[in-house]
């Protein structure tokens, strides 16, 4: 099972419970909150590469969300514990391209998966910056131990009607 | 100017004023509340085609967003009055494919844009679902009407880092 396999070698980010604020009158995860708490998970993992508020201060910059692309591929209910796993598909030098993917905590079934393009950016203006020395060295690696990994399908994916048969 | 034309000719689906519960702390709509914002867009084009609460108890049908893809193109501040409107860029017996655009009321300048394509479910199994005669003569006009626009240049996107020069 190497899929199975590489997605637990995935570094998780971000565990929360899927509170009664985010669900449909059917008690599941609505569409939309999906991508809130991918939002979640992009805050820890920038606190993760040092860019917790006074990461942000020290720096002045932030990532902005440019492009995001998310398949939905199981419904998930009120009160699951979920973790988000990481796996870094690009890195520039002020550029970020990740996939976030949806487990239950522990879990083998991917629930939903999103690939995002996130631009580090500087507060001042605001325009786009190089990421600072210390974030850099915190991306880098995870990078290049994820190149070798495989992609998850969805991963360039364009949506399309299926073709009449 | 034929695209403000175009986008102009546009169905407005749903209306809504930014609240402090969407924004930051620079005071700008998250990235993950434009797909909840989005989400009630197409709650409000459920309505239209006549699957309001009463027309999902009629029908038993309801719809599940299986994918989507969203470009930020501005940032929406705390207190924006927007508006979302729709291009049908496709539809067969169970499916639409759908274009939704974020501008100010009344405005000419595109502040996000997400292409998303959406199952007819008939919620007893749950399972894929034909489209109740009265939505599908609701919609099939619509996309036909839709079918001679230009389609946005973020639709079929695959998102990618920039190539180095």
Redesign the interface.
């Known amino acids: 099972m190497p899929e199975a396999t590489s997605a637990a070698a995935l570094p998780v980010v971000y565990r929360c419970t899927i509170g009664p604020e985010w669900v449909d009158f059917?008690g599941h995860l609505?569409?939309?909150?999906?991508?809130?708490?991918?939002?979640?998970a992009?805050d820890a993992l920038m606190d993760l590469a040092g860019l917790d508020e006074a990461g942000r201060k020290a720096t002045g910059h932030s990532w902005?969300?440019?492009?995001?692309?998310?398949?939905?591929l199981h419904e998930v209910k009120q009160g699951a514990a979920v973790e988000v796993r990481l796996q870094l598909l690009?890195?520039?030098a002020k550029?970020l391209?990740v996939a976030l993917s949806l487990y239950a905590q522990g879990g083998t079934e991917c629930m939903a998966l999103t690939?995002?393009?996130l631009l580090n950016v500087d507060?001042v203006g605001p325009r786009s910056a190089v990421f600072a020395p210390a974030v850099a060295a915190y991306l880098q690696p995870l990078a290049a131990a994820h190149a070798s990994l495989p992609r998850p399908a969805q991963i360039?994916?364009?949506?399309?009607?299926?073709q009449?048969k």
């Open positions: 059917n609505r569409d939309g909150y999906y991508m809130v708490l991918f939002s979640s992009v902005f969300t440019l492009e995001a692309h998310v398949n939905y690009g890195l520039d550029r391209h690939e995002q393009m507060m360039g994916r364009v949506m399309a009607l299926p009449p």
